[in-house]
């Protein structure tokens, strides 16, 4: 059974940093890709981050718009953890931020993600 227990989430103020660790169980870690969603009050879940698996020819990652530039997901498949590095946090960055885990090597076409975690709630004051 696939599990991700997300954490690292709080309160900051505008302008500051977190960082968010997610720790997956059940399977092979370093063979899925990983990615990040968030989802705001009253708004629909939202792709955050994604990383691939690590291959032969490196591993590739994908960014929504508005976190480009800000935000950086990193993977360590040693301790099977995912990072999400959030910088110059934004109000509109305040939401359950939830760790998925994909259904293959590579970051899926379609967004599907068949595995969640329960999420963990940031916080950005202004």
């Known amino acids: 059974q696939v599990q991700l227990v997300e954490s690292g989430g709080g309160l900051v103020q505008a302008g500051g940093s977190l960082r968010l660790s997610c720790a997956a169980s059940g399977r092979a870690f370093s063979t899925y890709a990983m990615g990040w969603f968030r989802q705001a009050p009253g708004k629909e879940r939202e792709f955050v981050a994604a990383i691939s698996s690590i291959s032969w020819s490196g591993v590739s990652t994908r960014y929504a718009d508005s976190v480009k530039a800000r935000f950086t997901i990193s993977r360590d498949n040693a301790k099977n953890l995912v990072h999400l590095y959030m910088n110059s946090l934004k109000p509109e960055d305040t939401a359950v931020y939830y760790c998925?885990?994909?259904?293959?090597?590579?970051?899926?076409?379609?967004?599907?993600?068949?595995?969640w975690g329960q999420g963990t709630q940031v916080t950005v004051s202004s």
């Open positions: 998925t885990s994909g259904a293959s090597h590579d970051i899926p076409v379609d967004n599907t993600w068949p595995y």
